[in-house]
């Protein structure tokens, strides 16, 4: 059982470049999530889909994209990257609001610069 | 929204000595509290969950305590080994009013030094 998975797991970009962060999920959870994770700051949610077809913003969300066009899958994408999204990224998902159990993947260590 | 602080940033104890970690929230509507641990590369996985109408729970070494008047919860691990060395979130989030995600501490880097 995969659980959460995340890809890649590592990408270093130049300033402006665009890039695609995919979350895909296997248990057949309806609410995914994303968040960042960056030295001292614990994780910040940045955006969230509570099921197919829907998105919405978290505590961070400038500057990224989500999308949620497969019950499994929620992308996350930076259009223009900058040197301050430079962070490790969580996809998160659970089979009810936040109040039950979130499951996280590996995480992606994105680096730009 | 809601704001969780969580100390201390550091914590070391010897092996089989206990340690507590503290969190404080500030949504007085914040009703579940989960705390979860995160080994070296690897993404956050619950251990432990509280619920607003339950005081305290626990599941073999580990505890959570919940203090609602004061917007306070606990983390107690007993008889810590090694493979408790990890950093440690306490998180909080409420129902209704959508699926806003867990607020998390910044985190407690639990060191068990033999």
């Known amino acids: 059982n995969a659980g959460v998975t995340q890809t890649p797991k590592f990408r270093v970009l130049k300033t402006g470049q665009s890039m695609t962060l995919l979350c895909a999920q296997d248990m057949n959870h309806e609410y995914m999530y994303w968040y960042r994770q960056d030295p001292g700051m614990g994780l910040r949610l940045i955006h969230y889909s509570v099921g197919e077809g829907t998105t919405a913003k978290g505590e961070v969300p400038d500057g990224y994209n989500v999308s949620r066009l497969k019950k499994q899958n929620f992308l996350l994408g930076l259009e223009s990257a900058a040197p301050s999204q430079t962070s490790v990224y969580f996809c998160?998902?659970?089979?009810?609001?936040?109040?039950?159990?979130?499951?996280f993947g590996q995480g992606t260590r994105l680096t730009v610069v | 929204g809601e704001n969780v602080e969580q100390h201390p940033s550091t914590l070391s104890v010897q092996e089989g000595d206990s340690a507590v970690i503290k969190c404080t929230y500030s949504?007085?509507?914040?009703?579940?509290f989960p705390w979860y641990k995160q080994e070296l590369g690897k993404g956050p996985q619950l251990i432990i969950d509280i619920r607003s109408n339950v005081g305290e729970k626990k599941d073999q070494r580990i505890a959570v305590t919940l203090n609602k008047t004061a917007k306070h919860f606990s983390l107690h691990i007993t008889e810590t080994q090694p493979e408790d060395s990890a950093v440690y979130f306490c998180a909080a989030s409420r129902s209704g009013g959508g699926a806003d995600g867990l607020t998390f501490g910044k985190g407690t880097h639990l060191i068990i030094q033999p």
């Open positions: 998160a998902s659970s089979s009810g609001p936040a109040v039950t159990e979130a499951f």
């Open positions: 949504d007085s509507a914040s009703n579940y």
